[in-house]
């Protein structure tokens, strides 16, 4: 993800939050060789956002993810012995007053098919703007069939994640999201692999906020 596209969604935090204090999600834009679109113009992906009705602090940011798939048995051009897919989301989350990020979390599940002599590979990472919150790989050797395998992936801040989620400033916005790779390597474009997300097509964030502590509103 460029750097201007990081400015442009801080911008519209700050913008949008002049206007209406009570907002929470302000932007949000999905980018990569199988994924496009954003607020302002959607593509294939779509975005809802839901407040817990029992936990104000507790937010979800669902996005319909059916477009984004990797099917690798059609070949770009003849000399390609591999193929991928890759797909960015970010989103802008401007805290209400006197509240702050305390953590986030992306949950969803995968389908995945390959024939055997195909090394299939999924990738992804949990991402703020000040760094990976954590990384999580699967691996699908080349000696193993594999028939609509469901993966369930839940990604949570690690050590380091939590450290960075724990810096987060009172009031202030964040850009959050993930990014996901499907790829695989073969020796002939006869073989077959696919991974698609599962049934529900969903990639489901959930967002976390805290109220402020008074030594973190010290200086405002």
């Not at 817990?52 to 390609?80: A, C, Q």
Request: aromatic share 8%.
């Amino acid at each position: 993800m460029s750097k201007w596209v990081y400015l442009l969604l801080l911008a519209s935090c700050s913008l949008f939050a002049g206007a209406q204090e009570t907002a929470v999600i302000t932007d949000w834009i999905a980018m990569g060789s199988g994924c496009r679109g954003r607020a302002s113009d959607l593509g294939d992906l779509r975005m809802n956002v839901q407040q817990d009705s029992k936990n104000p602090l507790r937010w979800e940011v669902n996005f319909n993810m059916g477009s984004y798939s990797l099917s690798g048995d059609k070949p770009i051009r003849s000399t390609n012995q591999s193929f991928a897919r890759e797909c960015s989301l970010r989103f802008a989350v401007k805290p209400p007053p006197l509240t702050r990020i305390k953590s986030v979390e992306a949950k969803t599940s995968l389908k995945v098919s390959k024939d055997k002599n195909v090394k299939a590979q999924i990738h992804s990472r949990l991402f703020s703007v000040q760094g990976s919150l954590v990384d999580w790989e699967r691996v699908f050797d080349a000696d193993t069939t594999v028939k609509d395998e469901t993966i369930d992936m839940h990604l949570l801040p690690n050590a380091v994640g939590k450290k960075i989620l724990s810096e987060s400033i009172c009031g202030a916005p964040k850009i959050l999201g993930a990014d996901f790779s499907f790829e695989n390597h073969r020796t002939s474009f006869k073989d077959k692999v696919q991974i698609k997300h599962g049934a529900s097509y969903g990639l489901n964030f959930i967002v976390y906020l805290e109220n402020c502590k008074a030594a973190d509103l010290k200086g405002k």
